[in-house]
């Protein structure tokens, strides 16, 4: 893209607002400001999702039927409509298939589940991607048009790849391939997808920043991608050696030691662009206070018009694992971030507990 055209498209969002996020309390001042704090677990009803062995779906790769979410619920995405809370939330059967359920709420605490997953490996060109492990870990945005874009991982058993689809109803889907498309970055562990966004009465809208969208993604590193329509997009490279940059990485001595990954979107606010990432906690050279591959939650801070560039970071997480649920499970010592909405003048926080719950905190 012409630089000359970049700077007059970001020109036009800062005269106009539309690169603001709007409806939302202004930024308080003073250290760490920046950051969403003061999450607070719903404790009298969390967890809100749990496995049932009560949900059959006729799966259309093995032609059995499959109680889908029978073993585990867990890392949920979120999204406002009509009023509503809905929740796009990873399921898995015995076989440790994933699905993608989806269950409604008015309130953004109690939740009704639907009968059959929304989302799932089909017999289509992305099942060799997708089968058997199936399809994980969602993170939802709006485009401006009111089309819902999915961010998911595909795994065939062997590599995580990110994938991405869209749809009008949270219910019909289209699927449009590998995030990095089919060359060099094919066969790439890329996995969790969070795209740069702002919040406009409720929605979260994915933002054109300098003329073009932009995603952070990965699961050890964090790399960046960025897109002229929110379907085709390009790894940033080093111009050099044709590798890609990392703009977050694990810290020795931290609870985010071991490695970093995406949380929810990305959130354009006055401060910068913020992004809630989970971290895993090294076996070593670690935060001596969590155990070792704890799973906990930190903020990070990027650059409002170079979303490349750090700015500020947390030296502690804001949320850890510290329920029952939360420390047993199918994998231990895990609180997993990935679902968040403005709903009722609120945050609502919504993550996955030991790899077998779903749970809430609330931001006031």
């Not at 795994?155 to 219910?171: H, N, V």
Request: charge should be negative.
């Amino acid at each position: 893209m012409n630089m000359k055209f970049k700077y007059l498209v970001l020109a036009f969002f800062l005269l106009t607002g539309c690169h603001n996020p709007a409806k939302e309390p202004p930024v308080p001042e003073g250290r760490d400001a920046w950051t969403l704090s003061g999450f607070v677990k719903v404790d009298s009803i969390n967890p809100i999702l749990e496995p049932s062995a009560g949900q059959v779906f006729s799966c259309p790769v093995s032609g059995k039927a499959v109680k889908w979410e029978e073993r585990n619920v867990l890392n949920p995405s979120a999204v406002v409509r009509d009023g509503k809370v809905f929740m796009i939330y990873r399921a898995q059967d015995e076989a440790m298939t994933s699905r993608l359920g989806l269950a409604v709420s008015d309130d953004g605490l109690h939740f009704t589940k639907e009968a059959e997953p929304i989302f799932y490996p089909a017999r289509d060109n992305m099942t060799a991607y997708e089968w058997p492990g199936g399809v994980e870990d969602p993170r939802i945005v709006e485009r401006e048009d009111g089309t819902y874009i999915l961010t998911y991982t595909s795994y065939d058993g062997k590599t995580a790849r990110l994938c991405l689809a869209s749809s009008k109803d949270l219910r019909t889907w289209e699927k449009h391939g590998l995030v990095l498309g089919e060359g060099k970055y094919r066969d790439t562990w890329s996995k969790s997808g969070a795209i740069v966004s702002r919040l406009d009465n409720g929605r979260i809208i994915a933002t054109r920043i300098n003329g073009l969208y932009w995603m952070y993604f990965g699961d050890t590193d964090l790399f960046m991608a960025t897109s002229d329509d929110l379907i085709h997009w390009e790894a940033v490279e080093n111009s050099e050696n044709g590798r890609m940059i990392s703009v977050l990485h694990p810290r020795p001595g931290y609870f985010d030691s071991r490695l970093v990954e995406p949380g929810p979107y990305a959130l354009v606010r006055d401060n910068g662009i913020l992004l809630i990432y989970n971290a895993s906690n090294s076996s070593g050279n670690n935060d001596p206070g969590l155990p070792r591959f704890t799973y906990a939650a930190g903020q990070a801070l990027f650059d409002r018009d170079r979303p490349y560039k750090l700015t500020d970071r947390t030296n502690d997480y804001f949320i850890f694992p510290d329920k029952p649920y939360e420390l047993t499970g199918e994998v231990n010592n895990v609180c997993f971030v990935e679902g968040m909405v403005y709903f009722r003048d609120r945050w609502f926080l919504y993550y996955g507990t030991a790899d077998s719950r779903i749970a809430v905190a609330v931001r006031e």
